[in-house]
């Protein structure tokens, strides 16, 4: 199965008045299923993807003391002194501060501008709190982590893809997350990758879709687009609300033959 290119995939029938129909179950509360979608006829022509759970299986445990006591303990060479508790607390409230701090819908932060405000505070020599909440940044991830590879399926997806112009919008922090998307061999198969923390705001606002429609040029054709990943609520309906056709990741490994 597969070897179908995903712009013949979801080119659609045309009917004799010149549209096209493009089945989609409703999920939205209220609606029937087997709503309609209407588009006209448009081969693919750009392919926004979402980065973790749908390129990335990824499992990571940020509120295990374990994570904070293997960072302490690095900190401690860096001439930071703070205990494992004390810094879980301290990173958890200014993380929260942050947040209620933004007048952003959906906020994001820079969680290497949090570090740097912690080891700062904590210093027992001077250090370049700029430089070491970056490498803090990446250290905690680091021990954070339980779980991180492709998705092989996802893989042969962008493959499938590879004459398609193609990004990623990801809730992610680039601090971490473009490292983790090169170490995998992935990054390179993209014309570029928006992340939250590169705008303070993430996912479902639209306005992340909307930058990635201009920077493919398809603006003014948002229905020649295909959003995919594994959230209803922040890959599909912001998508849809935009005239952006989407699927769920599975759904498209399906429709590609690729789900194992």
Not at 32 to 37: L, P
Not at 161 to 182: D, T
Request: glycine share 6%; net charge negative; with cysteine.
């Amino acid at each position: 199965m597969g070897g179908e290119n995903i712009s013949e995939i979801y080119e659609p029938e045309i009917t004799g008045r010149g549209s096209a129909f493009l089945n989609y179950p409703s999920e939205e509360p209220g609606e029937g299923e087997g709503k309609e979608e209407i588009f006209e006829s448009c081969r693919i022509k750009g392919v926004i993807f979402d980065c973790y759970q749908t390129l990335i299986d990824i499992d990571t445990d940020e509120h295990s003391l374990e994570t904070y006591e293997t960072l302490s303990r690095w900190l401690a060479y860096q001439g930071v002194g703070i205990e494992p508790r004390k810094l879980k607390d301290t990173y958890m409230l200014k993380v929260k501060e942050r947040m209620d701090e933004s007048l952003e819908i959906y906020p994001e932060i820079r969680v290497e501008e949090i570090f740097a405000e912690i080891c700062k505070e904590n210093a027992v020599w001077r250090i370049n709190e700029k430089r070491l909440g970056i490498d803090t940044s990446r250290t905690f991830r680091a021990a954070s982590i339980r779980k991180l590879k492709p998705f092989p399926q996802s893989i042969k997806l962008i493959e499938h893809c590879i004459n398609i112009p193609k990004c990623i919008i990801s809730n992610g922090q680039r601090v971490f997350s473009e490292l983790e998307l090169r170490y995998l061999g992935l990054y390179d198969y993209f014309d570029f990758v928006i992340f939250s923390s590169d705008v303070r705001y993430k996912k479902p606002d639209l306005r992340l879709f909307m930058d990635a429609l201009k920077r493919m040029g398809l603006e003014f054709q948002p229905k020649c687009v295909m959003s995919i990943g594994d959230s209803y609520e922040n890959e599909i309906l912001p998508a849809r609300k935009l005239g952006i056709r989407a699927m769920n990741i599975e759904e498209a490994w399906e429709k590609l033959g690729l789900k194992e």
